[in-house]
């Protein structure tokens, strides 16, 4: 069973930079899209950042210029570099790996604790 475990969740002051990595059990067929979602207490899961089997990457507007997602295949980590951090960026985050078209199984962490607080 393929697992995906998150760390380097934590509180920071806003302003602030953290980064989150992701080690993914097993190399997983290149088709898939790796990347990040986060839930914040009482709003719906949103997907923040997107790397596609190209290498290329996708942000949804709130992070874009602040976040980047990047991996290490040699390693089978994901990362997600979060600088300038906001209150508003507090949630759960967690990683992913999507299969385009639900053809393979699609795969989720449980999920690293964000808080950007003073």
């Known amino acids: 069973q393929v697992q995906l475990v998150e760390s380097g969740g934590g509180l920071v002051q806003p302003g602030g930079s953290l980064t989150l990595s992701c080690e993914v059990s097993?190399?997983?067929?290149?088709?898939?899209?790796m990347g990040w979602a986060r839930q914040a207490r009482g709003k719906q899961l949103e997907q923040v950042a997107t790397?596609?089997?190209?290498?290329?990457?996708q942000y949804i507007d709130t992070v874009k210029g602040r976040f980047t997602v990047s991996r290490d295949n040699a390693k089978n980590t994901l990362f997600l570099q979060m600088n300038s951090l906001e209150s508003a960026d507090t949630a759960v985050y967690y990683c992913?790996?999507?299969?385009?078209?639900?053809?393979?199984?699609?795969?989720w962490g449980r999920g690293a604790l964000v808080t950007v607080s003073s």
């Open positions: 992913n790996a999507i299969s385009p078209g639900g053809v393979l199984q699609n795969y």
């Open positions: 097993e190399t997983l067929p290149g088709v898939y899209e």
């Open positions: 790397i596609r089997p190209s290498g290329r990457p």
